[in-house]
């Protein structure tokens, strides 16, 4: 643990709890993110197009907290909303 002084102590205490929310969040994302593929997998169309609004707010929420880094959300938005187009055109 951090020195003694009490900005250390308290700073130290901070980071534990933000750890856990950081942790809840990315877990969630990689959740619901896992579930969209899954459909996609199975080749639903309707059911995908259907679950990426949700899936895309998830990530932006992820990045309003700080969780994820804005290109990197973007760069799963993209990438999963090819992957939904593609199945829904072909």
Same mark, same amino acid.
């Given at each position: 643990? @951090?020195?003694?002084? !009490?900005?250390? &102590?308290? /700073? *130290? /205490? ?5 750890a856990a929310r950081? !942790?809840?969040? %990315?877990? *969630?994302?990689?959740?619901?993110? /896992?579930?969209? /593929?899954? $459909?996609i997998g199975r +080749?639903? @169309? !309707? @059911? +995908? ?5 949700? $899936? ?5 929420? @992820?990045?309003?907290?700080?969780? &994820?880094?804005?290109?990197?959300? +973007? %760069? %799963? &938005?993209? %990438? ?5 187009? !593609?199945l829904a055109k072909?």
């Amino acid at each position: 643990m @951090a020195e003694r002084h !009490k900005s250390a &102590i308290k /700073r *130290h /205490r901070q980071s534990l709890k933000q750890a856990a929310r950081n !942790k809840t969040v %990315r877990t *969630h994302v990689r959740h619901t993110i /896992r579930e969209l /593929r899954e $459909v996609i997998g199975r +080749a639903e @169309a !309707k @059911a +995908a197009g259907d679950m990426l609004p949700s $899936v895309i707010s998830t990530i932006d929420k @992820a990045v309003t907290k700080g969780v &994820i880094h804005r290109n990197s959300a +973007a %760069r %799963r &938005i993209s %990438r999963l909303s090819h992957q939904v187009a !593609k199945l829904a055109k072909g």
